[in-house]
């Protein structure tokens, strides 16, 4: 499959490379920014929604569009509009500790909600806040609530604090839907429930699913024919948003897939802002979201080094999906309970621990960067445990870099690029060094002390 060169929304003049499959994902988003800039006057019903947990499939039940707050501000982010948004935010009384996407969505509101693709977003019909561990989702609805006269709808989804999610948490949720959500949407939109229309659209979130997991579990080829972590951003763009349960999405990911499997017969690597990768040297687990507003020059921190992320936590952060998981037409609602509870950010830390664990196990990683985003608890409680228990039972090597989502003020690369560097050059060192534990890449691991760890702040 050809890559492709096209001018980003980086410095000016600068251009990136992009697969296929990116440019069509980008297009897909474009075009859904441009329906919901239309929305209004096509009598279309406007509902937003966040990422993790989200009723997509529902919401289509009822031919709504959403909208997602947090991907305004990564949009916004990814464009370097954010910081402006950010510091207008706190110019109204918003604290620096508060989460960088809250204040990049009410600084965009303020500016006047302009999209990325340059149209003015409507106002909900209604806010739906999924709760699935991230309690300031509900402190960001509260200031939503304030800017629009709109009706709200909580879905509260319990906390799998035991690891587990039991049939009482199931029922919770889906006594919710039933007496909740459903008849907001039904309040809002004056239809009935198109059950049919709802068990249709699980069935095709079902097919795409398949073809994501393949895709991901693709990293577990050498050399991998996916970065994971900056690529897998482009690969989850559909399903997590707007796009599951239709047929763009399942046409998306065939079209993904058939791309992967290209690089796979011509044992090629990833595609970077650089071109295809060549020289495989790092497989890297990664915890964390990335630095949208500097994605592309982190992203070449890590391909000009030869390091491929060929698992990811963030790719998890609006549904796991290679731990079985599928979407099921024939429990509707009790599926979509079980969609959310499953989110990572709604699971408790040994949970995450095994997950990340596993995957330097199967993916046969070198070892596991945390980068930790200053503004987002969710993620960030706890890294520095999770990292140690990781090193402890994979034998590898763990790295911790501090950047933040979109607030441009915690993103040093001189400093976040010398402790890639450092951290990769440890690596190294450990391979060649004699009688040392290895871990499954061939990389060392540490003695009874346990592995070295690198920490920046930036």
């Given at each position: ?9 980086g410095?000016e ?10 440019l069509?994902q ?7 920014f441009?329906?919901l800039?239309?929305?209004?006057e096509?009598g279309?019903?406007v509902?937003y929604?966040?990422v993790?947990?989200?009723?997509t499939?529902?919401?289509h039940a009822?031919?709504?569009l959403?909208l997602?707050?947090?991907?305004n501000a990564?949009?916004?982010g990814?464009r370097?509009k954010s ?6 935010a706190?110019?109204l009384?918003h604290?620096e500790d508060?989460?960088a ?6 600084g965009m509101l303020?500016a ?7 149209e ?5 019909d209604?806010l ?6 991230c309690?300031t989702f ?7 609530k304030?800017?629009?006269d ?8 319990p906390?799998?604090?035991d ?6 948490m199931?029922?919770?949720v889906?006594?919710q839907l039933?007496s ?12 009935k429930?198109?059950?049919a229309?709802?068990?249709e659209?699980?069935?095709k979130?079902s097919?795409?699913?398949?073809d994501?997991v393949w895709?991901?579990?693709s ?5 991998s024919?996916i970065?994971?972590?900056f ?10 948003t707007?796009?599951r349960?239709t047929d763009?999405a399942v046409?998306?990911?065939k079209?993904?897939r ?6 796979l017969?011509q044992?090629?690597?990833p595609?970077t ?5 060549t020289n ?5 687990v990664?915890e964390?979201p990335?630095s949208?507003p500097?994605f ?5 921190m890590?391909?000009g080094?030869?390091?491929?992320v060929?698992?990811?936590s ?7 999906y290679?731990?079985?998981?599928r ?5 509707p ?5 079980d969609?959310?509870?499953g ?9 995450r621990?095994e997950i990340l664990?596993?995957y ?6 070198d070892?596991?960067l945390i ?5 987002c608890?969710s ?6 445990m999770?990292?140690?228990e990781v090193?402890?039972r994979?034998?590898v ?11 441009p003020r ?15 050059q ?5 391979r060649k ?8 890449s ?6 009874s002390?346990g592995?070295?760890r690198?920490?920046v702040?930036?």
């Amino acid at each position: 499959m050809s890559a492709e060169r096209e001018t980003t929304g980086g410095r000016e003049g600068e251009r990136e490379v992009k697969d296929a499959s990116m440019l069509l994902q980008k297009e897909m988003i474009a075009g859904h920014f441009t329906a919901l800039s239309r929305a209004k006057e096509e009598g279309k019903k406007v509902v937003y929604t966040f990422v993790p947990g989200n009723l997509t499939e529902l919401l289509h039940a009822f031919d709504v569009l959403p909208l997602y707050p947090e991907i305004n501000a990564l949009q916004s982010g990814m464009r370097k509009k954010s910081g402006g948004y950010i510091l207008e935010a706190e110019r109204l009384g918003h604290s620096e500790d508060v989460c960088a996407y809250v204040k990049s969505d009410i600084g965009m509101l303020r500016a006047g909600n302009v999209g990325p693709t340059g149209e003015k977003l409507p106002p909900p019909d209604l806010l739906l806040l999924s709760y699935t561990g991230c309690f300031t989702f509900m402190k960001w609805f509260e200031l939503l609530k304030r800017e629009y006269d709109c009706p709200v709808a909580m879905l509260h989804v319990p906390y799998q604090g035991d690891g587990e999610f039991t049939d009482e948490m199931r029922k919770y949720v889906v006594d919710q839907l039933r007496s909740e959500v459903i008849p907001k949407l039904e309040q809002v939109t004056g239809k009935k429930l198109d059950e049919a229309k709802l068990e249709e659209a699980l069935a095709k979130s079902s097919v795409a699913e398949d073809d994501l997991v393949w895709v991901l579990e693709s990293a577990k080829n050498k050399p991998s024919p996916i970065d994971a972590y900056f690529g897998g951003v482009y690969y989850i763009g559909p399903i997590f948003t707007a796009f599951r349960g239709t047929d763009a999405a399942v046409e998306y990911y065939k079209t993904l897939r058939s791309e992967v499997q290209v690089r796979l017969d011509q044992r090629l690597g990833p595609i970077t802002p650089d071109g295809p990768l060549t020289n495989e040297r790092y497989r890297l687990v990664v915890e964390g979201p990335p630095s949208w507003p500097s994605f592309q020059e982190f992203w070449k921190m890590f391909s000009g080094e030869g390091a491929v992320v060929v698992a990811s936590s963030y790719t998890k952060v609006g549904g796991f999906y290679d731990h079985g998981f599928r979407h099921d037409p024939k429990r509707p609602l009790e599926s979509l309970a079980d969609y959310c509870a499953g989110c990572y950010t709604n699971l408790n830390l040994p949970s995450r621990i095994e997950i990340l664990a596993r995957y330097v196990r199967e993916y046969q990683a070198d070892g596991l960067l945390i980068n930790s985003v200053k503004s987002c608890n969710s993620f960030s409680a706890g890294q520095l445990m999770i990292l140690r228990e990781v090193e402890e039972r994979t034998g590898v090597p763990g790295g911790f870099i501090e950047t933040d989502l979109v607030d441009p003020r915690y993103f040093s690369a001189a400093n976040v690029k010398n402790r890639l560097e450092s951290y990769l050059q440890m690596i190294e060192q450990k391979r060649k060094s004699p009688g040392a534990p290895r871990g499954p890449s061939g990389a060392a691991g540490g003695g009874s002390s346990g592995p070295r760890r690198l920490e920046v702040l930036p």
